[in-house]
């Protein structure tokens, strides 16, 4: 099983440029997260998605928009990218959100991350 | 203030050594996650608990919901445990907050 596979795992961007981060999972899982991970801040959430159809945001999502296409894949879209915006972001998936913690085997899987520098 | 700090931020080890690294947090929560960061960067989910402790291996991690505290322990550390240890809290919605991290680095 290739887990949670993210795409691209490095990018460079000038101010002003657009992209898609895409992720997909293999795994079934319900609920997809795309986390953005800054020196001395540790991982914070950007936008998540409980489930198939629908999407909430997170702790920090402006300047990010996002797609559930369907259960496996979860893209993160930067429209206009800024220097803020550059980071090492990581997709992730769970299995059991709707079901609540505590049953079963409910971490999360993380993507290998995606370096992204905006110039 | 953080709502999750973890202790210590860098540790440092000699091989075979026990390692203790503690969280502490400030919220109600869910679930406690610990997981951990390679130096190539990758993210592998070690637990999640909600009370008591759990074990893996040499890995052990315990919480106590009254204290809102939780660490990782451990057992006869080796070069390759080293990596960046992250403490999380889940609270409602499934959300995670995450502390900082904790750099162990294990010496042969």
């Known amino acids: 099983n290739a887990g949670v596979t993210q795409t691209p795992k490095f990018q460079v961007l000038k101010t002003g440029q657009s992209m898609t981060l895409q992720c997909a999972q293999d795994m079934n899982h319900n609920s997809m997260y795309w986390y953005r991970q800054d020196p001395g801040m540790g991982l914070r959430l950007i936008y998540y998605?409980?489930?198939?159809?629908?999407?909430d945001k997170g702790e920090v999502p402006n300047g990010y928009n996002v797609s559930r296409l369907n259960k496996r894949e979860f893209s993160l879209r930067l429209e206009s990218a800024a220097p803020s915006q550059t980071s090492v972001y990581f997709c992730?998936?769970?299995?059991?959100?709707?079901?609540?913690?505590?049953?079963?085997?409910?971490?999360?899987?993380f993507g290998s991350g995606t370096r992204l520098t905006v110039v | 203030k953080n709502e999750v700090e973890q202790s210590p931020q860098n540790l440092t080890a000699q091989e075979g050594e026990f390692i203790t690294i503690n969280c502490s947090y400030s919220?109600?929560?869910?679930?406690l996650h610990w997981l951990q960061q390679h130096p190539g960067g990758g993210i592998v989910s070690l637990f999640m608990?909600?009370?008591g402790k759990k074990k893996h291996g040499r890995l052990i991690a315990t919480i106590n919901i009254q204290e809102k505290h939780s660490s990782l322990h451990i057992t006869a550390s080796h070069p390759r445990d080293s990596a960046v240890y992250i403490c999380?809290?889940?609270?409602?919605?499934?959300?995670?907050?995450f502390g900082e991290g904790t750099q162990l680095t294990v010496n042969p």
């Open positions: 992730a998936s769970r299995r059991n959100y709707l079901n609540g913690p505590g049953t079963g085997n409910d971490g999360y899987t």
């Open positions: 919220v109600g929560i869910s679930a």
């Open positions: 998605s409980a489930s198939e159809g629908t999407t």
């Open positions: 999380a809290v889940e609270t409602s919605g499934s959300r995670l907050t």
């Open positions: 608990l909600s009370s």
